[in-house]
């Protein structure tokens, strides 16, 4: 196999993730920072429970958006940690009012919603 044909393509993936890196996830204690930085997800964790996750809205408006994290209470997300220190989120998150953003997060990237008032579906593994 020759490498060599490949090359350009992993140097455009390189290029991409260079320009889009996927947000990082901070793990708090207790409680959020009181000024979130931009392509971070937040874990807060109370006595070893994930209580919320918490990140800047992704359409730039600025607002905080919270995910509850506790199963005991409505709704409820699951957050999955990866070993190349991204997150995902399940399921998909939805601002019903304002910006009405709408989108999956998965592998600590934010795929958007074709149609933000249509349910949600599952988006193409990638
Ligand atoms: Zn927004």
Redesign the pocket.
Known sequence: MNWLLNLPLLIWRGVVAWFDPPYRTVVTQDILPPKLKKRTLYIVEDDGYQEQAAML???????VLHMNLLPDERPCWQVTRHKNGTSSLYPSVW?KK??E?HFWFKKGKVQWCRDRRAPPTEPRDT
């Open positions: 809205c992704p359409c730039g408006c600025g607002r601002r304002d910006c953003s």
